[in-house]
């Protein structure tokens, strides 16, 4: 059967290529489907002016909204040449990868293909599609036939399959269905249990030329091993699985004689260092091999991540860690279950500094319980380990959605939900923003960078 898999804009950062779509891709392509790519995102990225590149380029949710708008608006015959394209495929499944600033967009394609063709089977899939944030309202679209959430491999490939067979979508874990006048959530599926066991991400079929730069995503785990109360994790992949060193060592090889340009990975998991065992295997993998390549990605505070491992992963080519510390404030940490103390974030950034490794720190404004003590605490940490930290990555105000622990947790935390908006004693909108201004002062004052670091070759670009 004949599949395209699509992602429209606007999605901040629109490089590199997704993993989630060439996870998919190699998931149905094994299977025996012929699957195309259409990745709006970076092509529409081209076609617009170095004013609105800045925007796409934040992780400004309300701001890509807005852009998306605009694109849509001034780019129509573009999106009407991409919808033939996509149509002179002549597949039966579309599948959308949606996400909270690209709904409006991924919904006009879908309703302007329904329109031209209503035999063809429109999947809508990705991060905003889980029940309790778009899935039930996205199904409820008449240019929408099912929906897909969670770990979508095994769930695509099982909802096209029965297509295939029968013509008719059924009833499988981890959709969103209709059934007459009625919505049916079909269940979540179980995760995947061996990572090692999938097919290697595909990237054929991406228009790699135009990515900017010579990275690839890889992931050494998914879900997480901490349990922090802001995060959504934990309720959208609670079950913690590891990749072995020997697998992702395989990946790397893999990918690289597949494509040649690549010189550097970038871990999309959300921890690359949750199995400090099987990291260091990977590092002896590529020091013992010689294998030049350089990667960088998320980490937890781990008071086991010594400075020799460090070593030994620069020396293996790790290039920056992008640590979620958070707050400078025990009591606020505690409150977020970080698992840390603050005296092990401070030794992890200064280690890693003393190995050579780029550290990027993320920080939360305004988490519920927090006081003007606690946040001069973080301005503290900050200012006495400035030296260590390369870049501040995130300086957000707190929010609370569905699946977060916070959410589900309101009366534990003196917390009372406003449309869109939170409050607890001590702590409201204003507050929290104004908090977030003066820590961006801060930061400014300091001359701190405030994204993640450049690989090599995309500097200047």
């Known amino acids: 059967m004949k599949i395209v898999l699509v992602r429209c804009p606007c999605i901040s950062l629109p490089y590199p290529p997704s993993i989630g779509m060439a996870y998919l891709n190699s998931f149905l392509k094994k299977a025996g489907h012929e699957v195309f790519i259409f990745d709006l995102n970076i092509e529409l990225f081209h076609s617009v002016n170095d004013e609105k590149k800045k925007i796409w380029n934040t992780p400004d949710g309300s701001s890509l909204i807005k852009l998306s708008e605009e694109v849509i608006s001034d780019h129509n015959d573009l ?18 990868s949606v996400w909270d600033s690209n709904i409006l967009c991924s919904l006009k394609f879908a309703r302007e293909i329904k329109k031209l063709n209503r035999s063809i089977n429109i999947v809508f899939g990705g991060p905003e599609c889980f029940p309790r944030w778009s899935g039930k309202t996205l199904i409820k679209e008449d240019c929408v036939d099912v929906v897909v959430y969670g770990e979508g491999e095994k769930t695509l490939k099982e909802l096209i399959d029965y297509i295939e067979v029968t013509g008719r979508i059924g009833l499988h874990p981890g959709t969103i269905v ?6 049916i959530d079909c269940s979540s599926r179980e995760p995947i249990k061996d990572l090692d066991s999938m097919p290697f991400p595909d990237f054929n079929g991406f228009p790699l030329d135009k990515y900017m730069t010579n990275e690839f995503p890889i992931i050494f785990n998914r879900g997480c091993t901490r349990k922090c109360t802001y995060c959504s994790l934990p309720g959208t992949t609670p079950r913690y699985r590891w990749r072995s060193a020997d697998s992702i060592y395989e ?33 002896d993998l590529i020091i013992r091999d010689g294998l030049k390549i350089i990667w960088s990605g998320f980490a937890v505070i781990d008071k086991d991540m010594d400075l020799s491992l460090l070593r030994k992963m620069k020396q293996a080519g790790c290039l920056g860690l992008n640590f979620g510390i958070e707050s400078g404030s025990q009591r606020v940490t505690d409150k977020m279950r970080k698992g840390f103390r603050i005296q092990d974030s401070e030794q992890n950034i200064r280690d890693a500094y003393s190995a050579g490794i780029e550290v990027v720190a993320n920080f939360i404004v305004g988490f519920p319980g927090e006081n003007e003590e606690d946040f001069q605490l973080t301005l503290d940490f900050i200012s006495r380990n ?63 960078g405030k994204s993640f670091p450049k690989l090599p070759q995309e500097v200047g670009r």
């Open 178 to 183: 209709k059934n007459n006048f009625n919505i």
């Open 79 to 96: 999106f009407n040449n991409y919808i033939r394209k996509i149509l002179a495929t002549e597949a039966t499944v579309i599948g959308f």
């Open 386 to 448: 400035r030296q260590y930290i390369s870049f501040v990555g995130s300086a957000a105000s707190c929010w609370i959605l569905p699946y977060m622990y916070l959410y589900d947790h309101t009366d534990e935390f003196g917390i009372t939900m406003h449309s869109g908006d939170w409050s607890c004693e001590g702590n409201n909108y204003q507050i929290r923003k104004a908090r977030e201004d003066r820590f961006r002062e801060f930061i400014n004052s300091l001359n701190i």
């Open 251 to 283: 990946e790397m090889k893999y990918q690289i004689r597949k494509h040649p340009q690549i010189d550097s990975f970038h871990s999309d998991s959300p921890a690359l260092n949750s199995n400090l065992k099987e990291l260091s295997k990977l590092c």
